[in-house]
């Protein structure tokens, strides 16, 4: 039976994914889902939800009576790590690569609590063909997360996902040895923010990770960045880790592939598909 709306959209506290009370890629609870899965998820079990469309509702009539054209909108994103345009662009760039049988696993770095983490296994286990899953990070304390790797353990136990295949350890570290040989689908999140001060060293991150997974992307295979900036797209966006771009920059200087912008609502992301 499909749960309660107030069950499905309750406030919770994160960064713990509370359960859906119904199979993860089964929101309708038959257990006669078949096909493609439907990216509702998105907008679920992440860390806002729609408290209150009533109040909503009430105020937009009255800004429309005072003849005020702003509206109030149900949040689309909160600020908090990514926004439901990032994901919806993740979630169709995995799926793309699933249905056009690219060749390799799903790997991300900086994969944190695993809320994105979550939505790659969830797009696996409805449409892949039992593609691994492997996440990196170097779990420490960090966004007022205590413990990481915990939350992301509980948040795929919650969703009742299989958990990814884990690397702890700061990406120096694990990479290039932990690394599978064969990618179809990497996302790159290795931002602490910080802007112009941490640039210089998140762009050499960005560029250590990118040398070791650039020759293992299979052809067709899609790499995304997230927080890529593209001054001639981007404006009012979320602008913290300018690293990134810079990383593009030097990175694909000699390479054919070029990294393209995506709307990422208050956020910004990029990705190339690799030749
Ligand atoms: C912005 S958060 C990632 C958010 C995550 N993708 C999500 O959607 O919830 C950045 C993460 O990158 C990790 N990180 C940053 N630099 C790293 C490095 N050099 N090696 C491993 N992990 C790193 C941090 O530990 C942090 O968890």
Not at 17 to 31: E, F
Not at 217 to 231: H, K, N
Request: proline content about 8%; charged content about 20%; overall charge negative.
């Amino acid at each position: 039976m499909l749960p309660k709306p107030e069950e499905r959209t309750g406030r919770h506290s994160f960064p713990v994914i509370p359960p859906l009370g119904y199979p993860a890629n089964d929101p309708s609870g038959s257990g006669r889902f078949t096909g493609p899965a439907p990216n509702m998820f998105i907008t679920r079990g992440f860390d806002w939800s729609d408290t209150a469309p009533g109040r909503r509702r009430w105020a937009n009539a009255l800004l429309g009576r005072l003849g005020i054209a702003a509206r109030l909108t149900a949040p689309g994103s909160t600020g908090y790590q990514t926004s439901v345009e990032q994901r919806a662009n993740i979630y169709h760039l995995v799926s793309q690569v699933l249905a056009y049988g690219v060749e390799g696993a799903l790997v991300e770095f900086g994969s944190f609590t695993g809320t994105v983490s979550t939505l790659i296994e969830r797009g696996v286990s409805a449409e892949g063909a039992g593609q691994e899953v492997h996440v990196y990070d170097s779990f420490g304390p960090a966004f007022g997360v205590p413990d990481p790797l915990e939350a992301l353990k509980q948040n795929f136990a919650n969703l009742g996902l299989s958990l990814p295949i884990i690397h702890a350890g700061p990406v120096r570290e694990t990479l290039p040895a932990q690394l599978p040989d064969k990618i179809a689908f990497a996302l790159i999140d290795i931002g602490f923010g910080g802007y112009e001060h941490r640039a210089a060293q998140h762009c050499e991150d960005v560029c250590f990770v990118l040398g070791h997974v650039y020759p293992r992307l299979s052809r067709g295979a899609i790499c995304t960045l997230i927080d890529f900036w593209d001054p001639r797209w981007h404006t009012n966006e979320v602008h913290e880790n300018p690293g990134v771009t810079l990383a593009c920059d030097r990175f694909f200087a000699d390479k054919p592939e070029r990294v393209a912008a995506l709307y990422g609502g208050s956020y910004t992301q990029g990705y190339f598909r690799k030749l």
